[in-house]
């Protein structure tokens, strides 16, 4: 299963800035990778999994603004289209993995 994260921040102060930034160093440092702006997303092994880290996310985040997260199978996450531009290099390589993982 897959975890994606959405979020709009205010940036309008230097503090807002600075708690935009530690949220962001926060879902690269537990894994997550960029789909898009402020789009990440985070292979998990299961329910157990996605529920720990919608908790860390929700201890996490910001007063601010707004954070949503969902939930997606990898059957839902591979019929995503792309109607410009390709997947990242980062999705490629943990497209590879998980085909690695599986086997």
Do not use: W
């Not at 329910?47 to 839902?76: F, L, S």
């Amino acid at each position: 299963m897959r975890l994606i994260v959405f979020y709009d921040l205010p940036v309008s102060t230097k503090r807002l800035r600075q708690v935009y930034q530690r949220f962001h160093t926060y879902l690269l440092k537990e894994g997550y990778d960029m789909l898009q702006y402020s789009v990440y997303c985070r292979l998990c092994n299961g329910h157990d999994a996605i529920e720990k880290h919608i908790r860390r996310i929700e201890a996490n985040a910001p007063e601010h603004g707004n954070v949503r997260i969902m939930k997606v199978t990898e059957k839902q996450y591979s019929q995503m289209y792309f109607l410009v531009g390709q997947p990242s290099k980062q999705e490629k390589i943990n497209k590879e993995q998980k085909q690695l993982l599986l086997f």
